[in-house]
């Protein structure tokens, strides 16, 4: 009877494992700390638990630096209306988001805008962020 409650007892606590697992965005980005990025998409990965766009950014010097931008989940995003056709290898696209605390040329994506200027909201509903409340307009200008 005995081993059968310990089963039971770690048979309930498993699930919540991956759940307690997940990040803050305030322990890895800067809410206040905010950038533009304005460069060419080089890679798109494409996969859970968040889409990580890669861009090459020219820096005022002329160098070319590689940044990484986290953006929402695969679901969230196409929740929203934005699919992964959208994010074009070689794309000229300008990314607005936080700068990470700890990591260099990494970004947590608040928005991206296309050549064509639509605005496309790329971040999760960051309580930290002060606009969990802002819609999430995918193709078109934020208000």
Do not use: C
Not at 34 to 44: Q, S
Not at 82 to 98: C, H, L, N, P, Y
Not at 115 to 129: C, F, K, Q, T, Y
Request: aromatic share 6%; proline share 7%.
């Amino acid at each position: 009877m005995r081993v059968r409650l310990i089963a039971i007892a770690v048979w309930l606590t498993v699930p919540s494992g991956p759940l307690l697992a997940h990040h803050s965005p305030s322990s890895e980005f800067d809410a206040k700390a905010t950038i533009t990025l304005r460069g060419t998409i080089t890679k798109l990965v494409w996969t859970n638990p968040h889409v990580w766009i890669y861009m090459d950014v020219k820096g005022p010097d002329g160098k070319i630096a590689h940044w990484a931008v986290e953006s929402s989940s695969p679901n969230s995003l196409q929740k929203s209306g934005i699919d992964k056709g959208i994010f074009e290898i070689g794309a000229q696209v300008s990314v607005e988001g936080w700068t990470a605390k700890k990591v260099g040329h990494q970004v947590g994506g608040q928005t991206l805008t296309l050549a064509n200027g639509s605005r496309l909201d790329i971040h999760d509903r960051w309580p930290e962020s002060g606009n969990i409340l802002r819609p999430s307009v995918p193709l078109g200008p934020l208000r």
